[in-house]
């Protein structure tokens, strides 16, 4: 099997397991929007970003450096080390977090002059974290091994829970967002019963001060990098806040959950295999050109997705959720857009951590902050959650141009842009010619979803794709006819 074969074989298992692991939240809006007030919404979403803050100010970031020290480990015994490790620090990092917001979630419920029982919610909320940070960790070693299988198997099974749980607190038991909550911390404390269960009888219990401190050293720089791109994506919830009220953050959080499907659905699942190889992809020949295809390719089906999200947005909205939530629908564009940008500045980045010159992740999340502080102090004024909306593009647009400019002269990849841009051109005009659709509703969502699905096929026997790529897609998509016909 070729490299590019590989890739988009491992690339579509995993990207199945990501689509389970979000879809539980997707096929919940429906319920959330009707059972759930936007003020509700807007707790959940203030809650998730203040505490993501007091784990990056405590270092949550310590295990970024697990792929690359797990590839440099050169027997068994050391490579578990590296797991066990990363496990006993993101573990500590995270109940510390669970700590110090148990000691002044009072002040934080001041601060942002949210609801009464906002730092108990905090607080409670918090010990899902802990549970998540060891499933990450051990989600991790799933991609090492190439577990891809039962990558999947983990999800689906946290699919169902969670659903569960959701129905049941929120419809039956009407908990509002204290059912979102409890089902959080629930379903992740499970998981994290089963992968312990699971893995530790394996690889032990044997922490390594060695690792740790390497660990810790890698990942310090990206911790101040990690705490700017907190800033860049989510102080709009506190500009929104503060400058509108909580609804404001609710119809922002709902818009960003469709925006963020094009990251989720097609770059994340990506990153879960591409993440755990590329170090060693660097090494081989021409590793310029590969990287550079690669990256075409991945553009090319987050445009896609793109253009899919964009011709049927404002019907899916319409269908999913209620009128006080509509107003959602012309932000999405942005925040997706911001997210086909920050795939591109990550994939870029590895160069700063295969040379291990994390500095400069630092310098171009610098950069962002001081244009995105502009952009917000802008728009959230004057255009509210669209402002907000537009000024996560720039900023996100400004990450990718710093990292790409940095990236380059680390490790040169081979960017065919005028393809890539033409592509860009190409689904620019089918998305014109898709929006004079009438229908609407799920016809519409079938009919534009259906043209959108022809226009991203079609461009695969354009110039714009190399003869040898469109030989081999012609191939594969031949070979599957055929199974389908026996």
């Known amino acids: 099997m070729s490299q590019a074969q590989q890739i988009v074989q491992k690339s579509s298992i995993y990207a199945a397991g990501n689509i389970l692991r979000g879809l539980a939240s997707f096929l919940m809006l429906p319920v959330y929007t009707r059972y759930l007030t936007p003020a509700d919404y807007g707790v959940i979403e203030l809650i998730s970003v203040v505490l993501d803050l007091t784990l990056l100010l405590l270092g949550a970031r310590v295990a970024v450096g697990i792929f690359k020290f797990y590839s440099d480990a050169e027997t068994p015994a050391e490579k578990n080390q590296v797991i066990v490790t990363a496990l006993m620090l993101m573990g500590g990092v995270h109940l510390a977090a669970v700590i110090v917001i148990a000691i002044f979630n009072r002040p934080i419920s001041v601060l942002l002059n949210a609801a009464p029982d906002f730092g108990t919610a905090l607080a409670v909320y918090s010990l899902s974290a802990v549970f998540a940070a060891l499933n990450e960790v051990f989600y991790s070693y799933l991609k090492i091994l190439d577990r891809a299988i039962t990558f999947v198997s983990f999800n689906l099974f946290k699919l169902l829970l969670q659903l569960a749980l959701n129905i049941y607190l929120i419809v039956f038991l009407n908990m509002s967002y204290w059912g979102v909550i409890w089902s959080a911390v629930i379903s992740s404390a499970v998981m994290t019963a089963l992968f312990a269960l699971w893995f530790l009888p394996s690889i032990g219990l044997n922490v390594s001060k060695l690792y740790a401190r390497k660990l810790i050293q890698f990942s310090a720089p990206i911790i101040l990098a990690s705490l700017a791109m907190y800033y860049i994506t989510f ?33 994340a699942p990506f990153t879960e295999y591409w993440s755990a190889r590329q170090f060693e992809m660097a090494k081989t020949p021409d590793a310029d050109k590969l990287f550079g295809q690669v990256f075409f390719y991945l553009s090319l089906v987050l445009l896609i997705a793109c253009l899919g999200l964009f011709s049927t947005i404002s019907d899916i909205v319409h269908v999913a959720a209620t009128e006080s939530y509509w107003s959602a629908i012309p932000v999405v564009p942005w925040l997706a857009g911001a997210y086909l940008l920050q795939a591109w500045g990550d994939y870029f980045r590895f160069a700063c951590f295969y040379r291990a010159q994390n500095r400069f992740v630092t310098y171009a999340s610098l950069i962002t902050v001081v244009v995105v502080t502009a952009a917000y102090l802008y728009w959230i004024p004057n255009e509210g959650v669209l402002g907000a909306g537009k000024a996560i593009f720039v900023a996100s647009l400004a990450r990718f141009l710093s990292t790409y400019y940095f990236a380059q002269r680390l490790f040169y990849i081979d960017v065919p842009w ?59 998509i031949n070979s599957v006819v055929r199974r389908a016909r026996v």
């Open 235 to 267: 102080s709009s919830r506190y500009y929104l806040q503060y400058l509108d009220d909580v609804t404001a953050v609710g119809i922002y959080a709902v818009a960003n959950k469709f925006g963020v499907m094009i990251f989720t659905l097609v770059a």
């Open 418 to 476: 005028r393809r890539l841009t033409g592509c860009v051109a190409y689904f620019a005009v089918a998305l014109y010619l898709i929006s004079f659709v009438g229908t609407s509703g799920v016809t519409g969502i079938l009919v534009k979803g259906t043209l959108a699905a022809i226009a991203g096929l079609a461009i695969l026997g354009t110039p714009l794709i190399d003869r040898e790529h469109r030989e081999l897609i012609a191939g594969r």
